[in-house]
């Protein structure tokens, strides 16, 4: 769980990491029975966990993205311009 993301942005979060077959890593203080209860049914889901470990010599990757950009910034007003949207398989 990333500070500031609502529960669907989290399981999002969690499943896109899954689906691209991304080792996953647990950000958060396992000792903390709060947030571990909270997330379970996330990091425990089997059927995400089985989508990750089915890994078939390719992670994914965009196969579609938007030619218009949107401006983000970043720490100490670092500007990154990145694609308004893309699709990944």
């Known amino acids: ?7 669907a942005e989290t399981r999002t979060h969690f499943g896109a990491w ?23 049914h996330i990091i425990a889901n089997t059927e995400v966990l089985t989508v990750n470990q089915a890994y078939h ?3 994914g990757g965009v196969y579609f993205k938007s030619n218009t950009t ?12 990145v694609p308004e949207y893309q699709y990944f398989s």
């Open 18 to 40: 899954a689906i691209i077959s991304s080792p996953l890593v647990l950000s958060h203080d396992v000792n903390n029975n709060t947030v571990m209860n909270r997330i379970w």
């Open 70 to 81: 949107v401006d983000l910034y970043a720490k100490r007003n670092f500007l990154v311009q």
């Open 57 to 59: 010599g390719d992670a």
């Open 1 to 7: 769980v990333r500070d500031g993301l609502t529960m």
